[in-house]
């Protein structure tokens, strides 16, 4: 068995959430941004704008984000819930290859 990847969960403020995205917007390249609205799945798997994501998420219009970035070489999947006590972010580290 592999060993499991990287994961991160935590909550984070709304000024963290800010910093957030504005480190994947200037230090990464984003791969895609899809949002949830539903409980059933992603909205066709069809990225959005990393802008248009951060107002989602600030207006609490969606039930999750996810930002799928590389950064220093790696690939990196956020999964971003707005909570009642901030935004919770779940990071993994995806290495497609582990899947075997």
Same mark, same amino acid.
């Not at 917007?25 to 909205?43: D, F, H, N, Q, S």
């Given at each position: 068995?592999?060993?499991?990847?990287?994961?991160?969960?935590? !909550?984070?403020?709304?000024?963290?959430?800010?910093?957030?995205? $504005?480190? =994947?917007?200037?230090?990464?390249?984003? =791969?895609?941004? !899809?949002?949830?609205? #539903?409980?059933?799945?992603?909205?066709?798997?069809?990225? !959005?704008?990393?802008?248009? $994501?951060? %107002?989602?998420?600030?207006?609490?219009?969606?039930?999750?984000?996810?930002?799928?970035?590389?950064?220093?070489?790696? %690939?990196?999947?956020?999964?971003? @819930?707005? @909570?009642?006590?901030? #935004?919770? =972010?779940?990071? =993994?580290?995806?290495?497609?290859?582990?899947?075997?």
């Amino acid at each position: 068995m592999k060993d499991l990847p990287e994961l991160l969960e935590t !909550i984070l403020d709304e000024a963290t959430v800010d910093q957030l995205f $504005a480190d =994947i917007a200037e230090l990464t390249r984003v =791969i895609e941004v !899809i949002p949830k609205t #539903t409980g059933r799945g992603y909205v066709g798997e069809q990225s !959005i704008p990393l802008d248009e $994501a951060r %107002q989602m998420l600030r207006g609490r219009d969606c039930r999750a984000i996810q930002l799928r970035y590389v950064h220093e070489g790696a %690939q990196w999947w956020d999964t971003l @819930m707005p @909570m009642p006590n901030g #935004t919770r =972010i779940v990071r =993994i580290r995806h290495d497609p290859t582990d899947h075997a």
